[in-house]
């Protein structure tokens, strides 16, 4: 499946869709920022250069301005709640859904600069790959 929102909500690798980018679930909470330096399953370098995740911060931070706009709009006009209460409703789903946004955000940019390679999917399914274990970066 060589999608890119396959990849990017699931949290795959860009390059052959088999790695995983985090060693723990989204919403675990558990080392909710750790974040593997390359792909478990092909090598390829979540890391690529150092501030590499800005483009990843403006992707956040547009996805979720037009979240919070629309949650807002939503309770307040469509059904009719109060304005702190639709503040209070969106300060909770964001609360619950902010490691999940954090994490497609940085898939996405990840998903923006690297491509699907075919060739090197079939490597890491054929086997054919010796890739060592991943250190994992804490925080970023």
């Known amino acids: 499946m060589a999608s890119k929102f396959y990849s990017i909500f699931s949290?795959?690798?860009p390059t052959c869709?088999?790695?995983e980018l985090f060693p723990?679930?989204?919403f675990s909470f558990r080392q909710p920022f750790?974040?593997?330096k390359y792909c478990p399953a092909c090598g390829q370098?979540?890391?690529p250069e150092?501030?590499?995740y800005y483009g990843a911060m403006f992707i956040s931070y547009i996805g979720s301005g037009f979240f919070c706009l629309g949650v807002v709009m939503f309770l307040h006009w469509v059904l009719d709640w109060s304005m702190g209460a639709s503040f209070a409703a969106l300060i909770a789903i964001v609360a619950i859904l902010f490691v999940w946004w954090f994490r497609v955000s940085r898939s996405a940019y990840l998903n923006l600069v690297f491509s699907?390679?075919?060739d090197i999917a079939a490597a890491v399914d054929?086997?054919?790959l010796d890739i060592p274990p991943p250190d994992v970066v804490k925080s970023t």
């Open 24 to 26: 723990t679930p989204s």
């Open 116 to 118: 699907f390679k075919p």
């Open 45 to 47: 370098s979540y890391f």
């Open 17 to 19: 869709h088999r790695g």
């Open 126 to 128: 054929a086997g054919a």
């Open 11 to 13: 949290l795959k690798c």
């Open 34 to 36: 750790a974040q593997y």
């Open 50 to 52: 150092p501030g590499f």
